[in-house]
């Protein structure tokens, strides 16, 4: 443990001087938000609570809402548990909604449906209802989505719902699907193989012919030992998985032991650490921040616990620490990830993680600046809320973090995002929790989407929208 903190602590700063995060100019704006409309999904979504979280708004959710080639995508479960997907004109206030021929089966709030777009071939690929079993995946006909306007938006358009991918089955213990569109067309799947506090990480690839298993790239053993006792079983948590324009492709991560020992409590989550590695060759091999190799993807040596160099920002399971919260790259490709957990001002042993994240838990931002050294800014927000945020950043590079509940704050490029202040404090939304944003759009027209669902009780269905902020021009 002492290498792990000594290395956290010499990479890893409490605030950022000004001016090292980003890129601003004098002349650049700071951030802010206008609302400029609010469309519905759907009147009569399907609502249970089930992980503290819903099915149709888990920020692990990639992607839930899409744009491309100026049309808008949304992926949903409606009341009566048909898988939905939908799109509009960007700026439109209609959707037009398609059922693509598979239920859900269970009331669990994982199971969650998320999109791709294979440019390669202009298809859309939608993976959904899984939880460490199977998975169910369609994709729609070839140029649907590169001519939307020409191309009617009916059920005809997508083939039938299938247990693998055109023929590829991964494994019987499938979970977390998030589809990444590489810099060459192609699509990845990234997803977890087996199960929580045991499980690895893996890719699979669409060429815009077939599907080919990449294999997996993370190692769920190896000895993990904290102030309280050690495990020897667990799985890396991805905070998102993107490529940069550059083609670089990013991901931030938690770990998550098996053996409940390594707490001071029985009450908290064994997550700790936050990690980070980067891959050149399209998730063939993997580097750790000094830019040595870690792990080889479908080789025998994967990225591990024990590995040194993983760890930017070092913490212990004994603060409620997050999994799978957010991530972002920059205009320069500098890589940007949301974390959060509660500060050890409240304490050094969190007993009940849902309680003390509500409570007193609070949101952390994580950059890597022009000079290379990283540095972390807590939000001055409390979540009072046991879920995740989501980060996006700008044109101008400013950052913003959409808070549970749709809550928006944001920083300055120009202050080294040190200037956190609140922007949206979700007055009138009444979201339930947890959002999904569209990390597609910004770069696109300049606007945030952010998809959320009305708050409700026990299992009656309530309203899903989309609601739209324009960003600095």
Same mark, same amino acid.
């Given at each position: 443990m002492k290498r792990r903190t000594l290395l956290a602590t010499a990479l890893l700063g409490s605030v950022a001087a000004p001016g090292l995060a980003g890129t601003a100019r004098a002349a650049d704006p700071g951030p802010s938000v206008t609302r400029t409309g609010n469309t519905t999904l759907d009147a009569q979504a399907i609502f249970f609570v089930s992980y503290d979280g819903l099915v149709n708004n888990n920020s692990f959710q990639k992607n839930g809402l899409l744009t491309y080639k100026g049309y808008q995508y949304a992926v949903w479960y409606t009341a009566d548990r048909n898988a939905v997907v939908g799109r509009r004109v960007l700026g439109g206030s209609t959707w037009s909604t398609v059922k693509v021929g598979h239920t859900l089966r269970y009331n669990d709030s994982h199971n969650v449906i998320s999109m791709g777009v294979s440019k390669v071939d202009g298809r859309?690929?939608?993976?959904?209802?899984?939880?460490?079993?199977?998975?169910?995946?369609? @994709?729609?006909?070839?140029?649907?989505?590169?001519?939307?306007?020409?191309?009617?938006?009916?059920?005809?358009?997508?083939g039938a719902p299938q247990s693998t991918l055109d023929g590829l089955a991964l494994t019987s213990q499938f979970t977390y699907p998030q589809f990444i569109s590489t810099p060459d067309g192609k699509l990845q799947l990234s997803y977890r193989v087996a199960v929580s506090g045991n499980g690895r990480n893996a890719l699979a690839e669409y060429d815009g012919t077939s599907w080919t298993s990449l294999g997996e790239w993370t190692s769920s053993t190896g000895t993990y030992t904290s102030e309280h006792g050690s495990s020897t079983v667990r799985n890396m948590y991805l905070h998102g998985i993107d490529y940069d324009r550059n083609g670089r492709l990013h991901s931030f991560f938690t770990w998550r032991e098996q053996n409940g020992a390594v707490m001071c409590n029985g009450g908290g989550i064994t997550n700790h650490d936050t990690g980070y590695?980067?891959?050149? !060759?399209? &998730?063939? #091999?993997?580097?750790?921040?000094?830019?040595?190799?870690? &792990?080889?993807?479908?080789?025998?040596? @994967? *990225? +591990?616990? =024990?590995?040194?160099?993983?760890?930017?920002? $070092?913490?212990?399971?004994?603060?409620?620490?997050?999994? /799978?919260?957010?991530?972002?790259?920059?205009? +320069?490709?500098?890589?940007? $990830?949301?974390?959060?957990?509660?500060?050890?001002?409240?304490? /050094?042993?969190?007993?009940?993680?849902?309680?003390?994240?509500?409570?007193?838990?609070?949101?952390?931002?994580?950059?890597? =600046?022009? #000079?290379?050294?990283?540095?972390?800014?807590?939000?001055? *927000?409390?979540?009072?809320?046991?879920?995740?945020?989501?980060?996006?950043? !700008?044109?101008?590079?400013? $950052?913003?973090?959409?808070?549970?509940f749709g809550r928006i704050a944001a920083a300055s490029a120009a202050s080294g995002h040190t200037d956190w202040t609140t922007?949206?404090?979700?007055?009138?939304?009444?979201?339930?929790?947890?959002?999904?944003?569209?990390? #597609?759009?910004? +770069?696109? !027209? &300049?606007?945030?989407?952010?998809?959320? /669902?009305? @708050?409700?009780?026990?299992? #009656?269905?309530? +309203?899903?929208?989309?609601?739209?902020?324009?960003?600095?021009?």
């Amino acid at each position: 443990m002492k290498r792990r903190t000594l290395l956290a602590t010499a990479l890893l700063g409490s605030v950022a001087a000004p001016g090292l995060a980003g890129t601003a100019r004098a002349a650049d704006p700071g951030p802010s938000v206008t609302r400029t409309g609010n469309t519905t999904l759907d009147a009569q979504a399907i609502f249970f609570v089930s992980y503290d979280g819903l099915v149709n708004n888990n920020s692990f959710q990639k992607n839930g809402l899409l744009t491309y080639k100026g049309y808008q995508y949304a992926v949903w479960y409606t009341a009566d548990r048909n898988a939905v997907v939908g799109r509009r004109v960007l700026g439109g206030s209609t959707w037009s909604t398609v059922k693509v021929g598979h239920t859900l089966r269970y009331n669990d709030s994982h199971n969650v449906i998320s999109m791709g777009v294979s440019k390669v071939d202009g298809r859309l690929h939608l993976n959904m209802d899984s939880h460490s079993d199977g998975f169910t995946y369609v @994709k729609s006909v070839a140029g649907l989505m590169d001519n939307p306007a020409g191309l009617s938006w009916t059920a005809s358009r997508f083939g039938a719902p299938q247990s693998t991918l055109d023929g590829l089955a991964l494994t019987s213990q499938f979970t977390y699907p998030q589809f990444i569109s590489t810099p060459d067309g192609k699509l990845q799947l990234s997803y977890r193989v087996a199960v929580s506090g045991n499980g690895r990480n893996a890719l699979a690839e669409y060429d815009g012919t077939s599907w080919t298993s990449l294999g997996e790239w993370t190692s769920s053993t190896g000895t993990y030992t904290s102030e309280h006792g050690s495990s020897t079983v667990r799985n890396m948590y991805l905070h998102g998985i993107d490529y940069d324009r550059n083609g670089r492709l990013h991901s931030f991560f938690t770990w998550r032991e098996q053996n409940g020992a390594v707490m001071c409590n029985g009450g908290g989550i064994t997550n700790h650490d936050t990690g980070y590695v980067y891959s050149d !060759d399209r &998730g063939r #091999t993997w580097r750790n921040n000094a830019g040595t190799v870690v &792990g080889t993807t479908g080789g025998s040596d @994967k *990225v +591990a616990v =024990t590995d040194s160099g993983l760890v930017i920002d $070092a913490i212990n399971p004994d603060h409620s620490l997050m999994n /799978q919260e957010s991530q972002f790259t920059d205009s +320069a490709g500098r890589p940007h $990830a949301i974390i959060s957990y509660v500060p050890g001002r409240f304490g /050094q042993c969190t007993t009940n993680y849902v309680a003390d994240r509500t409570a007193n838990g609070r949101a952390f931002h994580v950059r890597k =600046t022009s #000079t290379g050294t990283w540095r972390k800014t807590e939000i001055p *927000v409390p979540l009072n809320s046991s879920q995740r945020t989501k980060l996006i950043l !700008d044109k101008y590079d400013n $950052a913003y973090a959409v808070l549970p509940f749709g809550r928006i704050a944001a920083a300055s490029a120009a202050s080294g995002h040190t200037d956190w202040t609140t922007l949206f404090d979700g007055s009138g939304l009444n979201a339930f929790g947890e959002v999904v944003v569209d990390e #597609t759009r910004i +770069a696109q !027209d &300049g606007v945030l989407s952010v998809l959320y /669902q009305v @708050k409700s009780s026990g299992t #009656t269905p309530s +309203a899903l929208h989309v609601v739209d902020f324009k960003l600095p021009a």
